[in-house]
């Protein structure tokens, strides 16, 4: 064969050969396209959490009142189980303090898949803590964060003993004192009772902080698609007082 025979049947060859790649890379792209479409347009696992930020809201307090009231709901844990495998959609996140005496899934008579919650003693947000609140609403769509302190708070209690005595903790416990001092601090200048007021304001120093996280919390707030508020648990009612809504 000569060169230009040759070189012409290449020519024929590599278009095709071409068309062949070009044609298999739409295909994965639409096949692609596909899955996603399929992920975006699938129901929620449980389409009551679907909730404005007021409505959120308001349906967390109404479990709060049940609990209090001693007439939780029966829950179908095993359909939930079900239900949940393939997913979730929270209706509300709630960072609480790790105290035993503090339970937000019974506090506010909720089920599973209903409530994403991050515990820590102290209730602050750390780093990893605002990453959990970004994942829950930018991926899950909760509407609704609550910052949840409570009456007699051993980690607020601690950290206002190690400002006084001017004497850290031991091991790691001081991670926890720099991250509630502030609050402490501004505590100790005010009236009153200075571990009722340093909870208090720990829970809004708090919320402040995840209302002004860049860029997805503080985003999400600015749209109208979250809200972000304070409680305090009362542990002998078990009544959840609402602070720090605006």
Not at 164 to 188: C, E, F, R, T, Y
Not at 202 to 221: C, E, G, H, R
């Amino acid at each position: 064969m000569c060169d230009r025979c040759s070189e012409s049947a290449q020519d024929r060859i590599a278009p095709s050969r071409r068309s062949a790649m070009l044609l298999a890379a739409s295909a994965l792209s639409l096949a692609f396209a596909g899955r996603v479409l399929a992920k975006e347009t699938r129901a929620p696992p449980k389409p009551q959490n679907v909730l404005s930020p007021d409505a959120a809201l308001k349906r967390l307090m109404a479990g709060n009142a049940r609990y209090v009231d001693g007439v939780s709901r029966r829950h179908d844990f095993k359909h939930e189980r079900e239900v949940l495998v393939g997913g979730q959609n929270p209706f509300a996140a709630v960072l609480s303090c790790a105290d035993s005496r503090i339970a937000p899934e019974y506090a506010f008579d909720t089920g599973r898949g209903d409530l994403f919650v991050c515990r820590v003693a102290g209730n602050f947000a750390g780093v990893e803590t605002i990453a959990s609140m970004e994942y829950t609403v930018a991926v899950l769509g909760s509407p609704l964060i609550l910052v949840l302190g409570h009456d007699n708070c051993g980690a607020v209690d601690a950290t206002l003993k190690a400002l006084k005595d001017n004497k850290p903790p031991p091991g790691h416990i001081p991670s926890l004192v720099d991250a509630i001092a502030p609050a402490a601090k501004a505590a100790m200048q005010q009236g009153g009772d200075v571990l009722d007021n340093a909870i208090r304001q720990n829970v809004i120093d708090n919320v402040a902080t995840l209302k002004s996280a860049a860029p997805i919390l503080n985003a999400a707030v600015d749209q109208g698609k979250l809200k972000i508020v304070g409680g305090i648990y009362r542990l002998t009612t078990g009544t959840v007082d609402l602070i720090a809504q605006g």
